[in-house]
C-alpha cells in the first residue's frame, strides 16, 4: 500500500510524472532563453517612452543595422517599426489600420501582415491587400545633432505614401 502510493501521484506513475516535469522545465527554459533572446535583439530606445517624443540613437548606430529596403527595425516599448526606404526614413506605428491589431514583419512574405485579418503592407506602410483601409500611420521623425527623435504622440494618417513623408539622411 505504502509502495503504490509512492509510485502514484494522482493519475501519473512516477516514470509518467518525471517525464512530465522533465518537459514541462525544458520548455520553460526554452521559453525563458526565447524570451531573453527577444528582448536582447529589439533595440532599446535611449530616451523616452511611447506617448512622447523617444530617442532611438544616432544615425551612425542605427543605420549600419538598417540599410536601404532592410527588414525594418521594431522598437516594441515606443510601438513602432523604422523603416529605410529610398527617400529616407519612416516610422510606422503598429497598430493596424482596419481594426488595431498589432502588425508583424513577416519575413517570409517580405512585408507587414496582420494576423487578425491578413491586411499586407509594405516597408512603407503602403496598403497591399486585405480590409485595412488605408496605410500605416507614421510617426513623426527629427533628426537633431545626428540624434533621431521620433515622435510617438504625434501619429498620423495618410491615404497614400508620398516622398516627403520620408525623412532624408
Ligand atoms: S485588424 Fe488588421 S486586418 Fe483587421
Known sequence: MAEAATQEIG?????????????AATALAAAEIGGAALVFFWPKLKAGAFGGEVNIGTLEEI??????????????????????VEDGLLALYRKCTHLGCV?????????????????L???????????????????GIDIRNGEIWVDTGEISQRTAYVPSQAVPI
Open 63 to 84: 543605420l549600419p543595422q538598417l540599410p536601404m529596403d532592410a527588414v525594418p527595425l521594431y522598437f516594441r516599448e515606443a510601438r513602432f517599426y523604422l523603416s529605410h
Open 103 to 119: 502588425v508583424p514583419w513577416n519575413y517570409e512574405e517580405d512585408q507587414f501582415h496582420c494576423p487578425c485579418h491578413s491586411s
Open 121 to 139: 503592407f509594405n516597408r512603407k506602410g503602403e496598403w497591399q491587400g486585405g480590409p485595412a483601409p488605408r496605410p500605416m500611420d507614421l510617426m
Open 11 to 23: 493519475l501519473f506513475n512516477r516514470r509518467e510524472f518525471l517525464r512530465l516535469g522533465f518537459w
